[in-house]
C-alpha cells in the first residue's frame, strides 16, 4: 500500500488557543480539547499537540533546536476578502495579497506560535 498523507500536526505550548485560531481562520471547528485537538479541512486534517504530551510520548523529542520551521498553504476563495477580516480581527499580516509570477494569489500571516501561514487562490 502506498504512504496516503492525511494531515499535519503542530507542537505547541497552548493547545486550545492554537487550534481556535486555526479554526476561525478556516472556517470550522475544533474536535478535542488539551494536549491533543485538530480542524478537519478538506482533504487532510491540522491537529495540535502539546509540547509536554509530545515529550511524554517521545523522551527528547522536545530538546532545543528540535522544531523546524514550516509553512502551511491553504487553498482558499476571495483572498483579498479574506485579507480584509483577517486586518479586521487583529490578526498580523506578513504581506498583503500579491499574484506571484506562477499565477497564484496569495496572503501571508503568523499564527501565535509564528509559524507561517499561506493562504492563496489560484489565478
Known amino acids: 500500500m502506498q504512504p496516503h498523507f492525511t ?3 503542530l507542537i505547541t505550548d497552548d493547545v486550545p488557543s492554537l487550534a481556535a485560531f486555526y479554526a476561525a481562520l478556516l472556517g470550522t471547528h475544533v474536535e478535542g480539547g488539551d494536549p491533543f485537538a485538530r480542524v478537519a479541512v478538506p482533504g487532510a486534517e491540522l491537529s495540535f499537540f502539546s509540547a509536554q504530551g509530545m515529550e511524554s510520548m517521545v523522551p527528547g523529542s522536545e530538546a532545543a533546536g528540535t522544531r523546524g520551521g514550516l509553512t502551511l498553504e491553504f ?6 476578502a479574506r485579507h480584509e477580516r483577517l486586518l479586521s480581527q487583529g490578526v498580523p499580516v506578513l504581506k498583503s495579497p500579491t499574484t506571484q509570477p506562477w499565477g497564484r494569489r496569495s496572503v501571508w500571516l503568523r499564527d501565535p506560535d509564528g ?9
Open 7 to 9: 494531515g499535519i500536526s
Open 115 to 123: 509559524n507561517i501561514v499561506n493562504l492563496y487562490q489560484d489565478a
Open 75 to 80: 487553498r482558499v476563495t476571495e483572498v483579498d
